[in-house]
T-cell receptor
Framework: GAVVSQHPSWVICKSGTSVKIECRSL??????MFWYRQFPKQSLMLMAT?????????EQGVEKDKFLINHASLTLSTLTVTSAHPEDSSFYIC?????????????FGQGTRLTVV | GQNIDQPTEMTATEGAIVQINCTYQ??????LFWYQQHAGEAPTFLSY??LDGLEEKGRFSSFLSRSKGYSYLLLKELQMKDSASYLC??????????WGAGTKLIIKP
């Protein structure tokens, strides 16, 4: 299957600082990338959907000024958590899809465990 | 609203068979997916159903009935490594994935 690489795998940062998470599709062009957040023992919560070259679409309740998403190329999307606080500590996962309505599922990155202290 | 229901937790014995059910109510349907997620890791794809019937893939099988809004994941010859959460997800009319909360499967020796 297609490979999606997410970096870093884990990060610890101080409250008030910003953290950038990268999501790369290694062997296909990702026209759409999805960013999810998952709290312990809960399912995936979609934060935003981004299409290459356009602004991300955020889900209700997700602050777009706090979670900055950039999808500048067909192989890279970044999520920046700005002014992080302890409540932002979570497991962040990206997934990438090559085609609209494609029957194959989006492929997931390895996830990033963010801990804000 | 859109809703996907699956049991919160199930327990089974090594070597046995277990069936994890998923019922859904979504705006449109463009396929149903099952994912496996080990603690602390991202989900991994298991199966995809878009037509009614059974899809078999090794020890894992997935069934779909669109008229009933129902699917199940069947795991045979259970191994300890199958202990994980199993997520059911439906692609709606906008091709957005709607996720179930996941079923935590505990395998006992």
């Amino acid at each position: 299957g297609a490979v999606v690489s997410q970096h870093p795998s884990w990060v610890i940062c101080k409250s008030g600082t910003s953290v950038k998470i990268e999501c790369r599709s290694l062997d296909f062009q990702a026209t759409t990338m999805f960013w999810y957040r998952q709290f312990p023992k809960q399912s995936l919560m979609l934060m935003a959907t981004s299409n290459e070259g356009s602004k991300a679409t955020y889900e209700q309740g997700v602050e777009k000024d706090k979670f900055l998403i950039n999808h500048a190329s067909l192989t890279l999307s970044t999520l920046t958590v700005t002014s992080a606080h302890p409540e932002d500590s979570s497991f962040y996962i990206c997934s990438a899809r090559g085609g609209e309505g494609d029957s194959t599922e989006a492929f997931f990155g390895q996830g990033t465990r963010l801990t804000v202290v | 609203g859109q809703n996907i229901d699956q049991p919160t937790e199930m327990t089974a014995t090594e070597g046995a068979i277990v069936q994890i059910n998923c019922t859904y109510q979504t705006s449109g349907f463009n396929g149903l997916f099952w994912y496996q997620q080990h603690a602390g890791e991202a989900p991994t794809f298991l199966s995809y159903n878009v037509l009614d019937g059974l899809e078999e893939k090794g020890r894992f099988s997935s069934f779909l009935s669109r008229s009933k809004g129902y699917s199940y994941l069947l795991l045979k010859e259970l191994q300890m490594k199958d202990s994980a959460s199993y997520l059911c997800a439906v692609k709606d009319s906008n091709y957005q994935l709607i996720w179930g909360a996941g079923t935590k499967l505990i395998i006992k020796p």
